[in-house]
């Protein structure tokens, strides 16, 4: 038996689609920041740029060095989870990862 995806957009990664907005705006602007200069020039400026992403509500510090922020748009998470629950009612065997890798 073969399967057929109710959403065969979710087995391919397009960024616009995917990814939330604020994500790929962390991304950039971290990117930048951390782009040229001395190292210590660098770590500054993306220090900073951390700063001024919490500020904006982009990203939250849950303690040093551990950030909490929005990756996959709502939209795709919903279609991902239809696409889940499609494949576990078609029937068709699947088994769990394995953890101890």
């Known amino acids: 038996r073969e399967y057929?995806?109710?959403?065969?957009e979710v087995y391919y990664l397009d960024?616009?689609?995917?990814?939330?907005?604020?994500?790929?705006?962390v991304v950039?602007?971290?990117r930048?920041?951390?782009a040229g200069g001395t190292s210590k020039?660098?770590?500054?400026?993306v220090?900073?740029?951390?700063a001024d992403l919490k500020e904006r509500?982009?990203?939250?510090?849950?303690r040093p060095g551990l950030f909490l922020l929005e990756v996959l748009n709502t939209e795709f998470c919903g279609r991902l989870e239809e696409e889940?629950?499609?494949?576990?009612?078609?029937?068709?065997?699947?088994t769990a990862p394995n953890t101890m890798n």
Not at 15 to 25: C, D, K, N, Q, S
Not at 47 to 50: F, G, P, T
């Open 4 to 8: 057929k995806p109710l959403h065969p």
């Open 15 to 25: 960024e616009v689609a995917v990814l939330a907005p604020g994500f790929r705006e």
């Open 28 to 30: 950039d602007a971290i």
């Open 32 to 34: 930048q920041a951390g």
């Open 41 to 45: 020039s660098s770590t500054d400026a």
């Open 47 to 50: 220090a900073k740029c951390v």
């Open 57 to 62: 509500g982009l990203i939250q510090q849950v």
């Open 84 to 94: 889940l629950a499609h494949f576990r009612a078609s029937g068709l065997p699947s």
